[in-house]
């Protein structure tokens, strides 16, 4: 009996200054303001001019730098058709992005990146033989809006796989510069 109240009182210590121990080691506010700041980016995405090479698809992106910074985009919509200037509208005047010959812009924000962008994968849930060209991803740098490159240019030329990652990793991988499927975790 003495035992078993003896530990019930430490269980409860612990328990009561716990919190107050866990609150002194948490990082400071500037630390987690300087680590965590959101910065936003461009996808530029090409779909070639292959037969039936446009897609109608959920298409998703993850991109991420050597220092394991990461944004996943789950679903890229409202594109911005950057090329060809004034074309490929769908009827009603509404554009979906992917089109055949075109190169479509998506904005997406995130954890701001430290280092270029090195490792892009993207993943098509449908069945369309969507078949994008090239894909590149672009920072607002300063006041008036110029974009910058800050990736690789990653050329995948060949039809997406459906319903896994599929694209390059130049910051770790030994792949080289073919696109291959790659299984993460959870997304």
Same mark, same amino acid.
């Not at 996808?43 to 109608?56: Q, Y």
């Not at 950057?82 to 924000?109: H, I, T, W």
């Given at each position: %009996?003495? *035992?078993?109240?003896?530990?019930?009182?430490?269980?409860?210590? !612990?328990?009561?200054?716990?919190?107050?121990?866990?609150? *002194?080691?948490?990082?400071?506010?500037?630390?987690?303001?300087?680590? /965590?700041?959101?910065?936003?980016?461009?996808? #530029?995405? #090409?779909?070639?001019?292959?037969?039936?090479?446009?897609?109608?698809?959920?298409?998703?992106?993850?991109?991420?730098?050597?220092?394991?910074?990461?944004?996943?985009?789950? /679903?890229?919509?409202?594109?911005?058709?950057?090329?060809?200037?004034?074309? =490929? *509208?769908?009827?009603?005047?509404?554009?979906?992005?992917?089109?055949?010959?075109?190169?479509?812009?998506? #904005? !997406?924000?995130?954890?701001? %990146?430290?280092?270029?962008?090195?490792?892009?994968?993207?993943?098509?849930?449908?069945?369309?033989?969507?078949?994008?060209?090239?894909?590149?991803?672009?920072?607002?740098?300063?006041?008036?809006? /110029? =974009?910058?490159?800050?990736?690789?240019?990653?050329?995948?030329?060949?039809?997406?796989?459906?319903? !896994?990652?599929?694209?390059?990793?130049?910051?770790?991988?030994?792949?080289?510069?073919?696109?291959? !499927?790659?299984?993460?975790?959870?997304?």
């Amino acid at each position: %009996m003495k *035992r078993t109240s003896f530990l019930l009182v430490i269980f409860i210590t !612990v328990i009561t200054i716990s919190p107050h121990l866990a609150l *002194r080691y948490q990082p400071t506010n500037t630390t987690l303001g300087e680590s /965590h700041k959101i910065c936003s980016y461009s996808i #530029e995405i #090409e779909t070639t001019c292959a037969p039936s090479a446009d897609t109608k698809d959920h298409v998703s992106a993850r991109f991420s730098d050597s220092s394991g910074n990461l944004i996943i985009v789950k /679903h890229l919509k409202n594109p911005k058709l950057v090329y060809p200037p004034n074309g =490929l *509208r769908k009827q009603g005047g509404v554009y979906g992005g992917f089109g055949r010959c075109a190169v479509d812009m998506f #904005e !997406v924000s995130g954890p701001c %990146m430290k280092q270029s962008i090195c490792s892009l994968y993207l993943k098509k849930v449908g069945s369309d033989n969507w078949r994008p060209g090239w894909v590149k991803v672009l920072h607002q740098e300063g006041s008036n809006g /110029h =974009l910058v490159q800050v990736s690789y240019m990653f050329y995948f030329r060949r039809f997406l796989p459906e319903n !896994v990652w599929y694209g390059f990793d130049y910051c770790h991988s030994k792949e080289g510069f073919q696109p291959h !499927v790659a299984t993460f975790g959870k997304d």
